[in-house]
């Protein structure tokens, strides 16, 4: 894992684009998705220690569980549908990443579904995966205790500054995406 700190959040990238793609699913909108993952995405980098190259840029895409199913196959040998999985796209510089950051990929009947399990907005838990998804291309990871804790609380930062609430109040530290 690349160095990371706890401190003061990093700056929003001069010039930087988020790609949104629908590809299947029962999503909202495309702009009401964009308005979404920019307030998301701005915010985790006005909060977390995130640090990227201006003209950086990310890629969202919302599919279904299906098509998840199959990348998570793929790609981590896992044979079932996620929420969320986040494909890096590039190395660091040092500690500056960019100016391709990744590829974020969303299934929207998990995402949905956990949302009413959680009783919660389907936009505060789509935030929370956005943001968990960007850390993630920023090479944070929650495969050890001290790295989930790390991530986590970075995550309940982000979440607090958009006024959603700790989605891992009383719960484990996860594990598995």
Sequence with gaps: MAEQQQG?????????????????????DEDTLLRICDKAIRT????????????????????????????????????????VLSFPGSDPNGE??????????FAEETVSREAEEMGIEFSAHLSHLIVHGLLHLFDYDHQETDEAELMEDLERKV??????????????LIADD
């Design 159 to 172: 979440l607090a500054e958009l006024g959603i609430a700790d989605p891992y109040a009383d719960q484990p």
């Design 44 to 83: 985790a980098f006005e909060v977390a220690p995130l640090l990227a190259v201006d003209g950086s840029e990310v890629s969202l895409v919302f599919t279904d569980d299906a098509s998840i199913r199959a990348l998570n196959a793929r790609w981590r040998e896992k044979d079932k549908p996620t929420n």
């Design 96 to 105: 500056t990443y960019g100016p391709l950051l990744g590829d974020i990929v």
């Design 8 to 28: 003061a959040g990093g700056r929003f990238p001069d010039g930087f684009e988020t790609d949104v793609a629908i590809e299947a699913g029962n999503w909202p």
